[in-house]
């Protein structure tokens, strides 16, 4: 069973940065797409940053030039930079998993931003 166990969230003033992480366990973690989705009070669960196992990377436009999405193979683990942050970035982020070949997803628990002065 793959399991996803995010953390870094938290509450940050508008301009500042928070760092998330996401580590695996259950399943080859370099066989797995990875992504970052958010969602916001009253909104879809949108995805925010994905990169594939071979670093393909793509970001939703508004956080372009402001979040960074990386993978450490070695530490299991996928990450979220993201700076300049604004009170439009505030929700629950989510980590995803999908292993190469399969349409199933796996998802973490969530771990709420929120950006407010």
């Known amino acids: 069973q793959v399991q996803l166990v995010e953390s870094g969230g938290g509450l940050v003033q508008p301009g500042g940065s928070l760092r998330l992480s996401c580590v695996v366990s259950g399943s080859i973690f370099s066989s797995l797409r990875m992504g970052w989705y958010r969602q916001a009070p009253g909104k879809q669960r949108e995805l925010v940053a994905g990169?594939?196992?071979?670093?393909?990377?793509d970001y939703v436009e508004s956080v372009k030039g402001r979040f960074t999405i990386s993978r450490d193979n070695a530490k299991n683990t996928v990450y979220l930079q993201m700076n300049s942050l604004k009170p439009e970035d505030t929700a629950v982020y989510y980590c995803s998993a999908r292993p190469e070949f399969s349409s199933r997803y796996y998802w973490g628990q969530g771990t709420q931003v929120t950006v407010s002065s």
């Open positions: 990169i594939s196992t071979g670093g393909t990377i």
